[in-house]
């Protein structure tokens, strides 16, 4: 079975860094894009980028380039999303989310659970 | 980047109803579009992809339709775990990937 597990809710100050993790399991890690999802609260889902695991390829939605920063450790079948600067608008639950198909960007067919970061002084 | 305009916002349908959401592209995507159907505290859970190819799982009441910029995910009885918050998303032109609004169905 397919399966992303997110790290757990943070609770942050503006101007903080923050890593969060995605861990995928029950498939072969490093041919499958893996990609980030926003949803602020409320509101509906944004894409943010994706990498391939295999070669650590990343593409960003204009949107979030250098705002955050996807890498992967294949060793940990381990993808991340980082921010070295967080703000308060950057509150949101955040998916990763895996492509349908092997070293293909797709559709997105297996989700993790989401975590939920809070910025707030 | 390519817009996704869903429609209707909200739409209100009784159980055991009918229910049509539609989907334009602002250019043609091909067939290159997915849905997919979000529960309040729940990850979004994949529908359809391809435009029309229901997921593994999906019950056959779910259908997709359309090519091009111009796509329908049809409901054809609501049950009472279909009312949800829909979107669909394109994946031919990125990055970035986009996705449409949402559409709310609530029960009538």
């Known amino acids: 079975e397919v399966q992303l597990v997110q790290s757990g809710a943070e609770v942050k100050k503006p101007g903080e860094s923050l890593k969060i993790s995605c861990k995928g399991s029950g498939y072969s890690f490093t041919d499958y894009w893996i990609g980030w999802v926003r949803q602020m609260p409320g509101k509906g889902l944004e894409w943010m980028g994706i990498i391939y695991p295999g070669d650590s390829d990343t593409r960003y939605s204009p949107s979030f380039q250098g705002q955050v920063t996807i890498s992967v450790d294949k060793s940990l079948n381990t993808a991340y999303l980082h921010w070295n600067t967080l703000k308060a608008s950057d509150t949101a639950m955040y998916y990763c989310?895996?492509?349908?198909?092997?070293?293909?960007?797709?559709?997105?067919?297996?989700w993790g659970q989401g975590t939920l970061v809070t910025v707030s002084s | 980047e390519i817009v996704m305009t869903q429609s209707p916002a909200t739409l209100s349908v009784s159980p055991g109803e009918r229910a049509t959401v539609s989907c334009r592209a602002s250019q043609s995507v091909r067939s290159n579009l997915a849905w997919y159907q979000q529960k309040p505290g729940q990850a979004p859970r994949l529908l359809i992809y391809a435009a029309s190819t229901r997921a593994t799982g999906i019950p056959a009441r779910f259908s997709g339709s359309g090519s091009e910029t111009e796509f329908t995910l049809t409901i054809s009885s609501l049950q009472s775990e279909d009312f949800a918050v829909y979107y669909c998303q394109q994946y031919n032109d990125w990055p970035p990937i986009t996705f449409g609004q949402g559409t709310r169905l609530e029960i009538k």
């Open positions: 989310a895996r492509a349908g198909v092997q070293q293909l960007v797709s559709w997105l067919d297996s």
